[in-house]
């Protein structure tokens, strides 16, 4: 079974661009979570997405966004890029939050993106 | 709002020796509760995933326990290995109504010597 992968694995980008990430769930799994990792720093909640739909956010401006497709695989955009963007972004997917079985989390090897 | 704590920020040990990690949180309504281990520069591994309505999970040498009551869990190793060395991540799972997200500890880097 393929787990999360994420792409691209490295990202270099200058102050200002706009950076795109992108994530490929377990097959299955209906939701996709992002989660910042800046260095130094704990694992930020960024967003959750299921059945195409943004359902929770975290503390982020909305120069972070996304979306979720109908195949599940999302996108996460990074607007105005800042030079304290940078960090590994990590992609996880579950199961729907249907209440009943495995209710575990499944990370991608993440994508580092570099702001200068 | 949810806050995960984890004691020791950093272990070290010699190898053989028994690991001993310990995850506090504040909020009982967890939907589950996932132990994570993290290589510099990595992405998360699962080692362990327990359900709310569980008291413990084991997976090889890896133990883990669950007190919802009092908000604590703690992962055992055995007989730690120098491959044991990486940070390891405790995270609770909120319920839906809270969020559903994942809230992580700060993490504890262990270090195993040969």
């Known amino acids: 079974e393929a787990g999360v992968t994420q792409s691209p694995t490295h990202l270099i980008k200058t102050r200002g661009q706009q950076a795109t990430l992108r994530c490929s769930p377990i097959s299955g799994h209906t939701s996709v979570y992002w989660y910042q990792q800046a260095l130094g720093l704990g694992l930020q909640f960024l967003l959750w997405y299921d059945e195409g739909e943004e359902r929770n956010r975290g503390n982020f401006p909305p120069r972070f966004s996304g979306r979720q497709f109908p195949n599940y695989s999302s996108e996460l955009n990074v607007n105005a890029l800042e030079l304290e963007d940078s960090a590994l972004y990590l992609c996880a997917s579950s199961l729907g939050f249907v209440g009943a079985g495995n209710g575990g989390y499944t990370f991608g090897s993440g994508t580092r993106l570099t702001v200068v | 709002k949810q806050e995960v704590t984890q004691i020791p920020a950093a272990l070290s040990v010699p190898e053989g020796e028994n690991l001993v990690l310990n995850c506090s949180f504040t909020d009982s309504a967890i939907y589950n509760l996932q132990w994570f281990r993290q290589d510099p520069g990595k992405g998360l591994t699962s080692l362990l995933l327990?359900?709310?309505?569980?008291r413990e999970q084991t997976s090889g040498r890896l133990n883990a326990s669950l007190d919802k009551s009092s908000g604590r869990s703690t992962l055992y190793i055995a007989a730690s290995q120098p491959g044991d060395s990486a940070t390891y991540l405790c995270a609770v799972r909120l319920i839906k109504a809270a969020g559903n997200k994942l809230t992580f500890g700060g993490g504890t880097r262990v270090l195993v010597k040969p």
């Open positions: 327990i359900q709310s309505s569980q």
